[in-house]
């Protein structure tokens, strides 16, 4: 008697579980030579390899031989993390991040010019990675500047929820105007003289003025408190005897 080698359909499918590859192999053959060498893409999503379920997140590593039916693979595919991403070859760079609340990741940008418009900021120095979406809320609204204080979401549109808040901190702007002026010395002036407690942390959050990013941009000591010498430093920095490094915070004289 003779025997028939018989041969069944291996089938790749794209994203859109459309035929990506389709080949016959025979019973007992390896299917490890039909798998495709190229994989599909996905828009947002890692391509992980492939999978005999559809919608997995892991793919398999042994391909096995063919069976006495015909067989099916899906992509196996991983979300790209939705976050903020700063444009290479700028200086600016997130610091001071909190990690504490597992739902919404914390921080702080320096590195950045001053005067800057909405659209200027998004424009040379921010990005998203992932299916994201970035909401920026201006220090300075009514002339559309964005200055100490200024706020920038990440928005996951697929969970529909903020995933990272970042504040911006131009040090020597304490008012959020984004430029260092004879206003931000009297501002810190009048935070040391206790007329304002904006630099003061307290337990109580719904009475509490705190703002850390006002505090990180005054801060031109870096040791943690508001002071006079603050107030004498940034005055030297009005008068161009000095200047700040805005990517480090870093006073100067010329």
């Given at each position: 008697?003779?025997?028939?080698?018989?041969?069944?359909?291996?089938?790749?499918?794209?994203?859109?579980?459309?035929?990506?590859?389709?080949?016959?192999?025979?019973?007992?053959?390896?299917?490890?030579?039909?798998?495709?060498?190229?994989?599909?893409?996905?828009?947002?999503?890692?391509?992980?390899?492939?999978?005999?379920?559809?919608?997995?997140?892991?793919?398999?590593?042994?391909?096995?031989?063919?069976?006495?039916?015909?067989?099916?693979?899906?992509?196996?595919?991983?979300?790209?993390?939705?976050?903020?991403?700063?444009?290479?070859?700028?200086?600016?760079?997130?610091?001071?991040?909190?990690?504490?609340?597992?739902?919404?990741?914390?921080?702080?940008?320096?590195?950045?010019?001053?005067?800057?418009?909405?659209?200027?900021?998004?424009?040379?120095?921010?990005?998203?990675?992932?299916?994201?979406?970035?909401?920026?809320?201006?220090?300075?609204?009514?002339?559309?500047?964005?200055?100490?204080?200024?706020?920038?979401?990440?928005?996951?549109?697929?969970?529909?929820?903020?995933?990272?808040?970042?504040?911006?901190?131009?040090?020597?702007?304490?008012?959020?105007?984004?430029?260092?002026?004879?206003?931000?010395?009297?501002?810190?002036?009048?935070e040391t003289n206790g007329l304002t407690?904006?630099?003061?942390?307290?337990?109580?959050?719904?009475?509490?003025?705190?703002?850390?990013?006002?505090?990180?941009?005054?801060?031109?000591?870096?040791?943690?408190?508001?002071?006079?010498?603050?107030?004498?430093?940034?005055?030297?920095?009005?008068?161009?005897?000095?200047?700040?490094?805005?990517?480090?915070?870093?006073?100067?004289?010329?």
């Open positions: 008697a003779e025997w028939a080698v018989v041969g069944y359909m291996v089938t790749f499918y794209d994203a859109e579980k459309e035929i990506y590859h389709a080949e016959e192999v025979d019973f007992g053959e390896a299917i490890a030579p039909v798998v495709p060498a190229t994989l599909p893409e996905k828009v947002h999503y890692i391509t992980l390899g492939w999978s005999l379920t559809e919608n997995d997140t892991v793919a398999i590593t042994d391909f096995g031989t063919m069976p006495a039916h015909a067989v099916f693979y899906f992509p196996a595919f991983e979300r790209v993390v939705v976050a903020l991403k700063l444009t290479e070859g700028t200086t600016a760079e997130t610091f001071e991040i909190d990690e504490s609340d597992p739902e919404v990741k914390v921080g702080y940008i320096r590195g950045l010019k001053t005067k800057l418009t909405k659209t200027a900021l998004e424009d040379q120095y921010l990005g998203v990675t992932g299916d994201g979406t970035l909401i920026i809320t201006p220090s300075w609204g009514k002339m559309n500047i964005c200055g100490t204080g200024t706020m920038i979401e990440v928005y996951d549109n697929v969970d529909k929820k903020v995933v990272e808040r970042y504040y911006v901190v131009i040090y020597g702007d304490v008012n959020g105007d984004s430029g260092i002026s004879a206003t931000d010395v009297t501002a810190l002036l009048r407690s904006w630099s003061v942390e307290t337990d109580a959050e719904e009475d509490s003025t705190y703002n850390k990013a006002y505090v990180l941009a005054g801060d031109l000591k870096a040791d943690g408190v508001i002071d006079a010498l603050d107030a004498a430093g940034l005055k030297e920095v009005t008068l161009a005897v000095s200047y700040i490094d805005q990517a480090t915070g870093t006073v100067s004289y010329y």
